[in-house]
């Protein structure tokens, strides 16, 4: 009924009006319940998924046409290619990864857009979309199909670059050097910020409030544990030191006092509660007196000195790295006076993308480059805390690893480059880090195979400093372009119309 209207479509056996693979969105209208005519490929043996073109039981007529195609099987009066019998419910081929074009994402064997020479063969089988000028079985928009495994690597590496004369060649300024193997650790590389130790800096704080008389540390000089850095007056340890003075006289009394009632109590004059009452003065005088003492000792004051004055003095060794206290400023608990630090060892705080943080563990090497610095030896040190959370803003997860810092090249807050290395060390091919250009999701290193002819080679690459490990067809000894790769990377990118100097295969 469709075929004797001309609404059906060949390449899938369904009317070309409600086509689901042609037209997926079109409604299907109400027929009625279709009765299959004798005679009917459903009827005789052939599969329902075969188009109805290929029916012969249904459509004689097409019989010759198959013969004369040599698509004939005799013994079952079927096409060969879709005979029940012979190939029981065959599954299409698939294309392989070289016969592929992946600009248009169909074989390209059938690719009708970049072999426009092909149209008239599929027009002829009936097999041609006429929408979007494809062969209907293969057309990308109504049949979209999945690239097979490889394809993009297959389609890359076949498209071979050739500069059309030497002095093109030479005026493109390509730059080469030699693959070789070098025996080289897999790594990440971040960015990375120096910061003091947080175990070996101490701020210097008055824990009594006070009025800083004198100053005796600079900015900068180093200090020794228990070194006075400031002298503070304070009415608040004046009051607490003539308090010691006053207990340690309460005590002096106290124990006269309960020397003389032992010695009455033993002549039977006074009674035991007396004893006992002398006893418990001379205990509370005695505790009086050992709290302020503690509060001088935490001060810095001196115990016999009741002028109220005090010193504070270094908590660490090291260096006096900021001291914003001067001479008559109020000093309290909220106040910090000075800041001492040692600068030996420093901590390097490297910002890992969240995708490389897996291959990051405790005790791995690495090595920090300051940013600007003119110093060819790099610092090295060790992984020693990773961070048990991904930062929201910057998706990414803080390594820390300390690294020494005898000469004081390290300066908190410095912006660095660390490369952390993920793996040990082992031999293979390598190439300065400018050959290798990404080419959609691939990598691709390109080899100049003699002049003026370059082949893509795709490559997995390991590595993030200057010289990176690559693993593919990348030998050693051959000559790698680094100066210049971009230009060979515009003209083998899919879609790409290139600079016109070249010629792709």
Not at 338 to 355: F, H, K, N, Q
Not at 370 to 397: C, F, H, K, L
């Amino acid at each position: 009924m469709f075929q004797a209207k001309g609404d059906w479509c060949a390449a899938h056996g369904f009317p070309e009006s409600f086509c689901p693979i042609c037209k997926p969105n079109a409604p299907i209208p109400d027929i009625g319940t279709p009765t299959a005519p004798a005679g009917s490929c459903g009827g005789k043996g052939l599969p329902e998924s075969e188009p109805e073109s290929k029916g012969t039981k249904c459509n004689p007529e097409l019989i010759r046409q198959f013969k004369a195609a040599g698509d004939w099987c005799e013994e079952h009066g079927f096409p060969k290619s879709a005979c029940p019998a012979c190939n029981p419910q065959t599954p299409p081929a698939q294309a392989s990864a070289t016969d592929w074009c992946l600009e248009h994402g169909l074989p390209e064997s059938q690719c009708t857009q970049c072999h426009p020479e092909l149209i008239p063969q599929f027009k002829a089988a009936g097999d041609f979309c006429e929408e979007h000028g494809f062969p209907e079985s293969a057309c990308p928009v109504c049949n979209p199909r999945e690239p097979p495994a490889g394809a993009e690597k297959a389609a890359i590496e076949a498209r071979v670059v050739r500069f059309k004369s030497p002095e093109i060649e030479k005026t493109a300024g390509l730059g080469t050097a030699m693959a070789h193997r070098a025996a080289a650790a897999t790594s990440v590389e971040c960015t990375a910020r120096i910061a003091f130790d947080g175990d070996r800096v101490a701020d210097v704080r008055a824990i009594v409030p006070g009025v800083v008389r004198r100053v005796r540390a600079e900015l900068g000089a180093g200090v020794r544990r228990g070194a006075p850095l400031f002298e503070l007056e304070s009415t608040r340890v004046g009051e607490i030191q003539g308090a010691l003075q006053t207990s340690r006289e309460r005590a002096r009394t106290a124990k006269a006092n309960l020397d003389r009632q032992r010695g009455l109590r033993e002549s039977d004059i006074a009674s035991a509660r007396q004893v006992e009452l002398a006893e418990q003065e001379l205990t509370t005088a005695q505790a009086e007196a050992r709290a302020a003492e503690a509060a001088l000792r935490m001060a810095g004051a001196a115990r016999a000195d009741p002028s109220g004055r005090y010193t504070l003095t270094a908590p660490i060794t090291g260096t006096i790295i900021r001291r914003p206290a001067v001479v008559g400023v109020l000093a309290t608990e909220s106040t910090s006076l000075a800041t001492v630090g040692d600068t030996s060892v420093m901590w390097a705080l490297c910002d890992v993308p969240e995708l490389d943080a897996p291959r990051i563990a405790l005790g791995q090497r690495m090595t920090v480059h300051i940013a600007g610095s003119s110093q060819e030896e790099p610092i090295q040190g060790r992984i020693t805390w990773i961070a048990a959370e991904v930062d929201p803003r910057t998706r990414t997860v803080t390594a820390r690893a300390e690294v020494k810092n005898p000469d004081g090249r390290l300066r908190a807050n410095q912006f660095a480059r660390a490369q952390i290395e993920t793996s040990a060390r082992r031999a293979a091919v390598s190439v300065p880090r400018a050959a290798v250009q990404r080419v959609g999701d691939l990598e691709v290193v390109f080899v100049r195979v003699h002049a003026g002819t370059y082949e893509p080679r795709v490559v997995r690459r390991s590595g993030d400093g200057d010289l990176v490990q690559v693993e593919g067809r990348v030998r050693e000894g051959e000559a790698v372009v680094t100066t210049g790769a971009v230009l060979l990377r515009t003209e083998v990118m899919p879609g790409s119309i290139g600079a016109g100097c070249c010629e792709v295969e």
